[in-house]
């Protein structure tokens, strides 16, 4: 099925006199008639629900219709992005493992990745995605065990161009680990071009409304985690009367890890009443999607050819640097999110943005509504001066998540906000 009935139909498919709509199973736990079936679950020879923490119906048809939009054979939803990008590198790595990241990502994960990731022992080179292959392999060392990029970076808008970290992961035996955030599954696929693992925070145009926190990570089911660098796929696991989750899981064993003992232990589990919400934002998000991309193509050309603007980044616009690459990864559109820089630097930015009428400033991207964030000052106030530089944010950038009101009416309010 295409990507619009995949949206609507995928994971949940009621049988009959069943409800129309996902419901809400909103149940700690699930009743079972034999302590043999119970035990069964738990040493996982039976599946099925027995703890929310682990699994939960409403949960479990939010996962599958997210991979089957991504073409992924399993999905796990975390309580927010920031749990999925955990989750997904602490799957694979330990204490004294080492892996690479493009530079210009989400500034929650340059902190995750260069501060709370080596408090546990695991450290993380940045590097320029844009470089060729050969510099980026220079950043690989014998205890790499991922590459890590984002498709459409949040706030640089550089595309990343996934065929080739793939290469440079699997040259070396390692898994791409790709956030694909921004174009969502809608505008592009990161396992098409060679991603193993995809996450997202669905909290942004997936959900779309600006309901819940979320996340979720998708496992391709193509990555061979049997290659001898990643013992804990391929020898028992002792917290399960000795599994080896390679051999009894196959294609589905970095999910089924990921939950079982991850999951299990840390606990970032999303409500039912929050995948429930997730799935209404998801039963539109091909509608959606090429609707953003169209309202911020026209917002990003107003703006280009605007004399209070310095730049605009936005993959759309023919003569952006990453217009190539964004035609060959994003040739449906390039979403709703731009960054500007306004004249007059910081003080510049800011009138800008208190002068708004109808976008509004929120700590937010990839809302239904039209808003707009000063990343300097705010998202990405832990960052150096180099961090910010290296993840390509001016102290004049403003960051606007171009919403569904009509076209017109959002580059009126923009244009009386840079007429102040
Ligand atoms: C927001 C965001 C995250 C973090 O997700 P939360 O749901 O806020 O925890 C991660 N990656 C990208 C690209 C994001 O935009």
């Not at 999910?255 to 991850?262: G, H, P, S, T």
């Amino acid at each position: 099925m295409q990507k619009e009935t995949l949206c609507l139909h995928a994971g949940y498919a009621p049988k009959n006199g069943e409800p129309r709509a996902l419901p809400i199973y909103q149940s700690t736990t699930f009743k079972y008639d034999s302590t043999k079936h119970i035990g069964d679950l738990f040493d996982l020879t039976a599946a099925g629900h027995f703890y929310s923490r682990l699994s939960n119906p409403t949960v479990d048809a939010v996962e599958q219709k997210i991979a089957a939009l991504e073409g992924g054979v399993a999905a796990m939803c975390t309580s927010s992005g920031q749990a999925a990008s955990f989750i997904a590198l602490m799957n694979i790595l330990k204490a004294g493992d080492h892996f690479v990241s493009a530079a210009a990502i989400y500034g929650g994960t340059v902190n995750l990745f260069a501060v709370t990731l080596k408090r546990f022992g695991i450290d993380c080179t940045f590097v320029d995605a844009d470089a060729p292959a050969e510099e980026i392999q220079k950043a690989i060392r014998p205890n790499t065990k991922a590459v890590f990029g984002e498709t459409l970076a949040n706030p640089a808008l550089a595309v990343c161009d996934i065929e080739k970290l793939a290469k440079v992961a699997h040259d070396n035996g390692i898994p791409l680990i790709i956030d694909n955030t921004f174009p969502t599954p809608v505008l592009c696929r990161p396992i098409d071009f060679g991603a193993d693992i995809v996450t997202h925070s669905t909290t942004k145009y997936m959900d779309g409304h600006a309901l819940c926190v979320g996340g979720v990570i998708v496992d391709s089911g193509k990555f061979n985690w049997a290659n001898g660098k990643f013992p804990e796929f391929t020898e028992p696991d002792e917290s399960y009367h000795g599994i080896v989750y390679a051999d009894t899981f196959g294609k589905a064993a970095f999910i089924v890890k990921a939950r079982v003992q991850l999951m299990r232990d840390l606990g970032m589990t999303p409500a039912a009443n929050s995948a429930f919400l997730l799935n209404i934002g998801l039963e539109t998000l091909a509608v959606r999607m090429p609707q953003y991309s169209r309202n911020a193509q026209k917002v990003a050309e107003f703006l280009a050819a605007h004399p209070q603007i310095e730049s605009v980044a936005y993959p759309g616009l023919p003569n952006d640097k990453y217009h190539a690459l964004a035609q060959k990864y994003l040739p449906n559109g390039c979403a709703g999110v731009m960054s500007v820089v306004v004249k007059g630097g910081r003080e510049g930015a800011a009138k800008f943005l208190d002068s708004l009428k109808l976008a509004t400033q929120c700590v937010h991207v990839a809302d239904i509504r039209t808003c707009a964030l000063h990343p300097a000052s705010s998202t990405h106030r832990q960052l150096t001066d180099e961090q910010l530089a290296a993840a390509g944010i001016p102290q004049g950038l403003v960051r606007i998540s171009v919403g569904l009101e009509n076209a017109d009416d959002i580059i009126a309010d923009l244009a009386q906000a840079l007429a102040q």
